[in-house]
């Protein structure tokens, strides 16, 4: 994997300070940078959301319609365990326990993903390459939508944000296929062998992993439930649509929005800004105050908190989003930030409007 320095042009002492500011409130509370009770209570709600509904399929014999609304339940409970669960397992920042954290980021498996895959596109690639043409894969086109500035134009593009949202809702249910060609891709360019992964293990594992899920997901339903194989199909195919759609937007509002910046390297193959003021620049929060949408999208609409200190659970990010926006502005630093929801879906139609018309 070609390598990308962050310059620090300005010899800038922001990061240490930032450190200093937001570690002073652990240590001054006594409390860890890791899960509490709160996430306790959330995995269970979220895995609750997931489970029952399935169960009640399996042993409860019912009507053919009620699949539906279970299927959506379904499917918020599974949007859940990936932004509430699974994301701060694979961080490591549920817990100060390894073990605990390996063993809640394997709950990626039981919607349907992969924990190799996502650990290097997530945490290794968009993490440290955020909004960056060509090392970001979050940004990278996805089919016939454009989401850089300085990917090729296509006419299609120019309707995209009529479309995008539906797309977006087959977020999940393309990962069933697409993590495939990740890890192909990954292993061809030696990013697995770099991460001390095996090729051929991790393969064997997204195979079994993945026939586990579609029989424990439509085969056991369709052999121990009363429906219909293609009821089953359908309710699948929902639970899907439920979760990818909340999925994909909630993370498409924080970096392909007006304020979110995608900078490109120099000649010499840098970057001219410090890795933690880069994520700055590339990297919007959204809904701060909005207490519903901070709970159930496991914080993620403060994503500032979240790339700066990646390793900081969830819960913690309400309570030091004003330190690090004081801290960002006491250094004259850009803290980008939409009030609201609507605001945010606002600024990212507008931004797929103008992805789809501007040429490189």
Not at 14 to 41: C, E, H, P, Q
Not at 251 to 256: I, K, P, R, T
Not at 281 to 291: I, L
Request: charged share 15%; proline share 3%.
């Amino acid at each position: 994997m070609k390598t990308i320095r962050f310059i620090n042009k300005d010899g800038t002492q922001f990061v240490s300070a930032l450190r200093k500011n937001v570690n002073d409130y652990f240590r001054t509370k006594g409390i860890s940078t890791k899960g509490n009770w709160n996430m306790i209570i959330k995995s269970i709600v979220m895995l609750s959301l997931y489970l029952v509904p399935y169960i009640l399929i399996l042993t409860v014999p019912m009507q053919g319609w009620l699949i539906f609304p279970l299927a959506v339940i379904i499917g918020l409970g599974m949007a859940g365990i990936g932004m509430c669960v699974m994301h701060d397992g694979v961080h490591g920042s549920y817990s100060n326990k390894k073990w605990l954290n390996d063993m809640v980021g394997r709950t990626m498996y039981m919607i349907g993903g992969n924990v190799f895959t996502w650990k290097v596109q997530h945490n290794l690639l968009h993490h440290t390459f955020t909004n960056i043409e060509g090392h970001d894969e979050d940004i990278g086109t996805k089919a016939i939508i454009r989401l850089s500035y300085h990917a090729p134009l296509k006419k299609i593009h120019r309707f995209q944000h009529i479309f995008a949202f539906f797309f977006y809702c087959l977020m999940s249910i393309a990962k069933l296929v697409v993590d495939f060609f990740q890890l192909y891709k990954y292993n061809k360019t030696g990013i697995t062998q770099e991460q001390h992964a095996k090729p051929k293990l991790e393969l064997t594992k997204m195979i079994i992993t993945k026939a586990l899920y579609l029989f424990l997901a439509i085969g056991l339903p369709i052999i121990l439930s009363g429906f219909s194989w293609w009821l089953i199909l359908l309710g699948f195919l929902v639970m899907h649509l439920t979760a990818g759609g909340i999925m994909s937007i909630i993370f498409q509002m924080a970096h392909v929005v007006e304020q979110a910046e995608q900078p490109i390297i120099n000649k010499e193959g840098n970057i001219d800004n410090e890795w933690a003021i880069h994520e700055l620049n590339t990297t919007s929060n959204f809904s701060r105050n909005n207490r519903f949408i901070t709970w159930i999208s496991g914080g993620l609409n403060f994503q500032i908190e979240h790339h700066l200190f990646p390793n900081i659970c969830h819960v913690h990010y309400k309570k030091i989003s004003p330190i690090v926006e004081k801290t960002v502005k006491e250094f004259g630093l850009k803290y980008n930030l939409n009030k609201t929801f609507l605001e945010a879906i606002v600024s990212h139609y507008k931004t797929l409007k103008l992805l789809g018309r501007q040429p490189v």
